[in-house]
Nanobody
Framework: EVRLVESGGGLVQAGGSLRLSCAAS????????MTWFRQRPGKGLEKVAN???????FYGEDVKGRFAVSRDNTKSMMYLNLNSVKTEDTAMYYC????????RGPGTQVTVTP
């Protein structure tokens, strides 16, 4: 059974940093693309970043240069470093198996205050 659990969300002031983690189990993590999505208040689902099994990365335009995705295949963990956050980064952040949204965790809330 695929299981994904996000952690690390919380309140952060604009300009600050936060690190999200995603613990994965139930599949061959080291052979699987992983993706971070977010859903901002009143907005649709947005792909934030993804990372290939070997570490190649993709970023959405809104976060490019500020966020960094990484993974540790030995621990079946994925991370998202949020730097220079803006109030518009306030969202529920989800990690997902693969590049779609079908297999995902329950999410972790990030709230950026002015």
């Amino acid at each position: 059974e695929v299981r994904l659990v996000e952690s690390g969300g919380g309140l952060v002031q604009a300009g600050g940093s936060l690190r999200l983690s995603c613990a994965a189990s139930g599949f061959t993590f080291g052979a699987t693309y992983m993706t971070w999505f977010r859903q901002r208040p009143g907005k649709g689902l947005e792909k934030v970043a993804n990372i290939s099994p070997s570490g190649n990365t993709f970023y959405g335009e809104d976060v490019k240069g500020r966020f960094a995705v990484s993974r540790d295949n030995t621990k079946s963990m994925m991370y998202l470093n949020l730097n220079s956050v803006k109030t518009e980064d306030t969202a529920m952040y989800y990690c997902a198996k693969g590049t779609g949204f079908t297999d995902r965790g329950p999410g972790t809330q990030v709230t950026v205050t002015p």
